[in-house]
């Protein structure tokens, strides 16, 4: 995989909503009512994050009569799946810089104590 198409299907999943959109269709198709409603968001909005899953490739869609079902697509997760993984060498040592939490909520309680 190229690295401009890894650093557009990371763009493409840089927003909370498209992950979770992403998670959601882990467990099958789904419509863009069924995702709207299972993210608390309205339908317009999962038809726009729909659109930029579907432009990199991460999601396909399927007419079935009225209603369009959105799936993942796993040869493009697998394909980033393999290169994420390359790009991350594998240390006998470790690396220290990954060992500690990087979560949102432990930055915030770092940058009080410290900023």
């Known amino acids: ?11 493409a ?12 269709l ?6 863009v009512n069924a995702l709207a409603e299972r993210l608390g968001v309205s339908p317009s909005a999962v038809s726009q994050h729909l659109r930029a899953l579907k432009m990199v490739r991460l999601v396909g869609a399927d007419r079935r009569g009225y209603y369009v079902h959105y799936s ?4 493009t997760l697998e394909r980033l799946s ?3 993984s390359s790009l991350a060498p594998v240390s006998p040592v470790g690396n ?5 939490d990087t ?10 104590n410290y900023g």
């Open 1 to 11: 995989m190229e690295d401009i198409e890894i650093a557009e299907l990371a763009k």
């Open 13 to 24: 999943l840089s927003s909370e909503t498209r992950v979770a959109i992403v998670r959601l």
């Open 26 to 31: 882990t467990g099958g198709p789904l419509c």
């Open 72 to 75: 993942l697509c796993p040869p």
């Open 82 to 84: 393999l290169a994420l």
């Open 96 to 100: 220290r810089c990954c060992d500690r």
């Open 103 to 112: 979560s949102a909520a432990t930055r915030s309680k770092e940058e009080d």
